[in-house]
């Protein structure tokens, strides 16, 4: 399994909206609807931001929003603030393991 | 509250092994799968594998041959012993919990920082 796709870096300023792609195959992104988003800060651990492509766990800001298309999902944070500057993964079901996304780190201006 | 608790920071050499525990506390620890999740510095997160509620195991194929995941549900614990290192395996080793049927991770350990170096 390869590592889903994802751009390196995305920035924005303080209430701007910024959105991350996360593309693979039809193996796993395209074939399941079992997509997940990872915020990371640095020196801690992932914590999960959106399951099932576009579910949010409680707790979790309604800024933060997810959605897919074919092979491709997308994690959109709208409002950006300061303290989502943070490394964002995303992951996929494609049978066991899980097949997570190259990282992208969001840098609020 | 949920909690997975990991054993601390190893310093192993080329060819050692290693053996990372996670004590689980606050749920029903039969109840969910229990991964293994790898970061190399400066890298993406990366699965190594699984342990179920039955026990068994499904290990990735990068691993396979090298890692084992067992569990004592009598304290609650998984461990996860990586063996022949290399320095290339110099990473953050992360347990992280999924719920049967969820199919997402929704609760993290705080990681072991494991470096290979002679």
């Known amino acids: 399994q390869s590592a889903l796709t994802q751009p390196r870096s995305v920035s924005g300023s303080p209430g701007q909206s910024v959105t991350i792609s996360c593309t693979g195959t039809s193996s796993d992104v395209g074939s399941y609807n079992y997509v997940s988003w990872y915020q990371q800060h640095p020196g801690k651990a992932p914590k999960l931001i959106i399951y099932?492509?576009?579910k949010r766990p409680s707790g979790v800001p309604d800024r933060f929003s997810g959605s897919k298309s074919g092979n491709t999902a997308s994690l959109t944070i709208s409002g950006l603030q300061a303290e989502d500057e943070a490394d964002y993964s995303c992951?996929?079901?494609?049978?066991?393991?899980?097949?997570f996304g190259t990282g992208t780190k969001v840098t609020v201006l | 509250q949920v909690q997975l608790v990991q054993s601390g920071a190893e310093v192993k050499k080329p060819g050692a092994s290693v053996k990372v525990s996670c004590k689980a506390s606050g749920y029903s620890f039969t109840n969910y799968y229990v991964h293994w999740v790898r970061q190399a510095p400066g890298q993406g997160l990366e699965c190594m594998g699984v342990?179920?509620?039955?026990?068994?195991?499904n290990y990735a194929q990068n691993f396979q041959g090298r890692v084992t995941m067992t569990r004592d549900t009598s304290t609650t614990t998984v461990y996860m012993e990586l063996g022949s290192l290399k320095s290339e395996d110099t990473a953050v080793y992360y347990c992280?919990?999924?719920?049967?049927?969820?199919?997402?991770?929704?609760?993290w350990g705080q990681g072991t920082l494991v470096v290979v170096s002679s």
């Open positions: 992280a919990r999924e719920g049967v049927g969820a199919y997402n991770f929704d609760s």
């Open positions: 342990i179920n509620p039955g026990g068994d195991t």
């Open positions: 992951c996929s079901y494609a049978g066991s393991p899980y097949v």
């Open positions: 099932d492509v576009s």
